[in-house]
């Protein structure tokens, strides 16, 4: 007869996420995950099957977590104001809790040779992003198509290059360089 579980997995994944959030997969050691998430090996393995299995969960989780986020973006109807609460809303993710950067992009950029079907599943959930920016950039009945592709691409390089920047720069600072991405858009 199996045990029964002394704790709650999705506690346990939220404190595992934070230990791969800094380290990233690489860096993350079981030692590690014991050590945060409260549990041994043993329980790790036997819920998870692996720090692998960890690590989806903790990429799954995540996404559950910037779901809401990611659903108001989509269906708003807002035009660049939305984008522009897209920014500020993963900033407010991106110096939680004195973590810097974004899980995903984070992710991304240590998987990104990798063919982790898995992970890499998990990373590309929301490609649209783009489409919908575009959605309502074109909002703006002024600007014409190649603009709008333009500006679509520059945000959308912003929105992915600034999680590595929060890293080394301040909240501040990011909150200015939002303010700036978006003064001629």
Not at 46 to 72: A, P, Q
Not at 124 to 130: C, F, M, P, V
Not at 156 to 178: A, F, G, M, Q, W
């Amino acid at each position: 007869m199996p045990r029964a579980k002394n704790y709650c997995e999705k506690e346990v994944i939220e404190k595992a996420m934070s230990v791969f959030w800094i380290h990233g997969f690489k860096g993350t050691s079981m030692q590690m995950l014991e050590k945060e998430m409260g549990i041994n090996k043993f329980s790790i393995y036997s819920s998870f099957g692996s720090k692998h299995g960890v690590f989806v969960e903790c990429l799954k989780r995540y996404n559950e977590k910037t779901k809401n986020i990611y659903l108001s973006f989509k269906n708003s109807e807002g035009g660049v104001e939305d984008i522009i609460q897209l920014f500020h809303d993963f900033k407010n993710i991106w110096f939680s809790n004195e973590k810097k950067g974004c899980f995903m992009t984070n992710t991304h950029n240590e998987f990104a040779d990798s063919d982790d079907e898995l992970v890499m599943y998990q990373i590309e959930r929301r490609k649209d992003l783009k489409d919908i920016i575009i959605k309502k950039l074109k909002m703006d009945n002024s600007k014409n198509e190649d603009t709008v592709l333009k500006e679509a691409s520059f945000i959308l390089l912003s929105l992915h290059s600034l999680p590595t920047t929060s890293r080394v720069s301040s909240k501040e600072d990011i909150e200015n360089y939002i303010e700036m991405i978006f003064k001629n858009i």
